[in-house]
Every structure is written in structure tokens, then in C-alpha cells.
């Protein structure tokens, strides 16, 4: 897809080569490319092989579906600061498809989706958003004439790797809580047969995304993941855990009301319903919005929306849920600051059990292995005369 740009690539240009061009010193490339380590959960000391790997790379093809969904997941990731989407789009991957954010419409951009997928077979990265429906022989979801299971059987057919973004492309969502009358489902339950990272949240963390893609721009291979097939260096800690707030918890500090003294002194949510004790996140660290705030900071009660189900299980969303962290975190809300020594020290070693025994069900683990990927072919610069670039 052609995006108007003063600085264009040029046909099998590296990002080393572009950057260089357009005069981007070695300096300024060296701090991004540190920020991104951070962003993935490794050390700064790793840039300079961060930064000699992208700068070889050529833009990769990346083929965006847009399913049974809100759109929300697209805003999101249009807010991502590290890289901007301006960086991702027009310096990192070359993005043949996206039926939101193309300028096209109809018979011409499905044709650049099929020659792209055509040109760059068995390399390209998969990014998908929404849903699939499956009952009725899923024909809840038609885009162009063809079911929405068929399009994305297709385009997955081809690709290296895919990135299933947001909670509706995770599980089904809102589509999929009960009763689930369009039978949604999310990406690992239809592709069998490929990688499947979940970028987890309703929305997800903008952010994630586009470190997920550099890492495999990097490394060539995709993040470690947990048994949800979340990234780790993203989903591998609990919210609670965390929190700004958590020091609130130990002492039996709570908001009880959201107009409440405690609401105004920014005591724990647990009372009003926060789900961070059940919820893997990246939330509190990472932030929204260029990390300009997140729920919790403002004053809402985490709902729990990176996790399986949430809209089921998750639910009164206002209501403290009985062992809400699979250890009784109830009791420790209801007798902590008896003893506040006491009930610090407790509530530090049984939130560890918790988090142990949360991990041992859910399938969480540090040593899941990392998904080799084919490396990825030159990119050739899509001409501006081609009305289907």
C-alpha cells in the first residue's frame, strides 16, 4: 500500500540505508533501538544488536484482516509512541493491507491484497483483529462476498507468522460471552498449523504490538510465550503485583465508594472490583497513550481484559469476585491491617503462592520456547503508478 511520504524507499533499500538518507544519526537510531529493548524485556546493552539487525532488514509485507470486531484494537494501535505508527508503517514493514486505514475501496485493494500475498508467500507477517463465527457455517461475517473463516484461512495460508491483536482475535470477546449466538471464536482456535502470537486486551496495549514485530525483525523469531500464547516480556507479571496501589492493599486500605475518601487519597480498587490480582498485564509499566495513564491511575478498577473470557468470568465488573487470584485474596482483603507488619508480610507471601498456583493452572512458564521463523525475503517498494500499491 502506497503511503505519500517525503522520504520514500527506494527498491531493496535496507533500513540502515533509508535511515542514513534521510539523515538519522547513529546516535538518535542507538536510543530507539535501546528504548525497543526495553519495550521487549531485555537490557539496553542489547541495541547495538538490535540495531544492527534492523539495519539490514528490508521491509517486510505485512497483511492486516479486520474480522468480527469494534475497530477499537486499529485506534489503539494507532497511538503506539515506541514506534509511532508514522515509524512503523513508512520505516519498518511495508503495509499491503489494512481495509481501515487503506485510501482504496472494493475490487482494487482485495487485488493488492492477493498480489501481495502472491509476491511474498510464506513471509509475510499476519496481523488479524476480531473474531471468526463459526455457527450457521460462520456466515455472520462476510467481507466481499467470501465468509470471514475463508478470508482468514487464506491469508494465513501464506504467512510466516501470525499476530492476533486485541481480545476478540484472542478468544471471542464480547462476540464470545455467553450465549455466544454467532459461535465467535479467536485465531488459534481456526489456524492450527501456524504460529499464533496473542497481543491480549480490549483493547491491547498499541505498544506491544509494535515491539512483537520488531523482535521478529530482530531476532528473526518470535517472543517466548506463555500458555495463552501471549508474549511474556509483556504478559509474564500480575497487575497486582505491579500497582502503584499495592502498597494500599497490604495495609487493608480500600476504596469502597468512587466518590469516597479513599477514592480521593487513591487507595486499592479491590473492593469495587479490580481484577488485578487475576490479570497479566503489562498495564502499570507499559501505560496508554504514550504512557500518559492507565485505568488503575485514573481511578478505575482493572476488568480483567487481557484474560480468557473475561466478559464471563470476570463479571459483576463492579463486584469484589471470591478467589479472584485462585488463593483466597478475599481473606487477605478482609484481615490485613489487623496487624499491619503482620498483614504486609502475609499478604506479600501469599500473593506469591497465588501467583505460582495462578501460572501452574493457566500454563504461565519462563522457559516456553521462542518460534523460529523463515527469514524474510526483500521487500521490493510498491510503485505509485500501481493503482493496487
Request: proline residues 6%; aromatic residues 8%.
Amino acid at each position: 500500500m502506497y503511503f505519500p511520504s517525503s522520504h520514500p524507499w527506494t527498491e531493496n533499500e535496507t533500513l540502515g540505508e533509508h535511515l542514513e538518507r534521510r539523515g538519522i544519526s547513529r546516535r538518535a537510531f542507538l536510543k530507539y533501538c535501546g528504548e525497543l529493548a526495553v519495550m521487549m524485556g531485555l537490557s539496553q546493552a542489547l541495541a547495538p544488536q538490535i540495531a544492527q539487525a534492523l539495519q539490514a532488514v528490508r521491509r517486510p509485507s505485512v497483511i492486516w484482516l479486520q474480522l468480527q470486531e469494534c475497530t477499537g484494537c486499529v485506534e489503539s494501535v494507532l497511538r503506539t509512541s515506541d514506534p509511532t505508527i508514522g515509524d512503523l508503517i513508512l520505516d519498518l514493514i511495508s503495509l499491503d493491507y489494512q481495509h481501515t486505514l487503506m485510501a482504496g475501496a472494493g475490487e482494487a485493494v482485495e487485488r493488492a491484497k492477493q498480489a501481495a500475498m502472491e509476491e511474498n508467500q510464506g513471509s509475510y507477517i499476519l496481523i488479524v483483529t476480531g473474531s471468526i463465527p463459526l455457527e450457521e457455517n460462520g456466515i455472520y461475517l462476510t467481507i466481499g462476498g467470501r465468509l470471514g473463516r475463508e478470508v482468514l484461512e487464506e491469508a494465513a495460508d501464506g504467512a510466516a507468522a501470525i499476530l492476533a491483536v486485541g481480545a476478540c482475535a484472542h478468544f471471542g470477546s464480547v462476540q464470545s460471552a455467553r450465549p455466544n449466538p454467532t459461535g465467535a471464536v479467536g485465531v488459534a482456535q481456526v489456524i492450527k498449523d501456524k504460529p499464533v502470537v496473542n497481543i491480549a486486551g480490549c483493547p491491547p496495549i498499541a505498544d506491544v504490538v509494535t515491539a512483537t514485530i520488531v523482535q521478529y525483525l530482530t531476532f528473526n523469531r518470535l517472543p517466548d510465550l506463555d500458555g495463552q500464547g501471549r508474549p511474556l516480556f509483556a504478559y509474564g507479571a500480575r497487575i497486582h503485583d505491579q500497582c502503584f496501589r499495592r502498597a494500599n492493599f497490604d495495609a487493608g486500605q480500600y476504596v469502597q465508594a468512587f466518590d469516597d475518601d479513599g477514592a480521593r487519597k487513591g487507595w486499592c480498587l479491590y473492593e469495587v472490583g479490580c481484577k488485578g490480582p487475576a490479570c497479566f498485564s503489562p498495564c502499570p509499566i507499559i501505560q496508554w497513550n504514550g504512557h500518559t495513564d492507565w485505568p488503575i491511575g485514573a481511578g478505575h478498577p482493572c476488568l480483567g481484559c487481557t484474560e480468557r473470557h473475561f466478559w464471563d468470568t470476570m463479571t459483576p465488573f463492579y463486584e469484589r469476585l471470591p478467589d479472584v487470584a485462585g488463593f483466597g485474596v478475599e481473606r487477605k482483603a478482609d484481615t490485613i491491617g489487623l496487624s499491619l507488619a503482620l498483614g504486609a508480610a502475609a499478604g506479600v507471601g501469599a500473593h506469591a503462592i497465588a501467583t505460582g498456583i495462578h501460572r501452574a493452572r493457566h500454563g504461565h512458564t519462563p522457559h516456553a520456547p521462542a518460534v523460529d521463523l523463515p527469514v524474510v525475503k526483500p521487500q521490493a517498494e510498491k510503485s505509485e503508478e500501481d493503482p493496487n500499491g
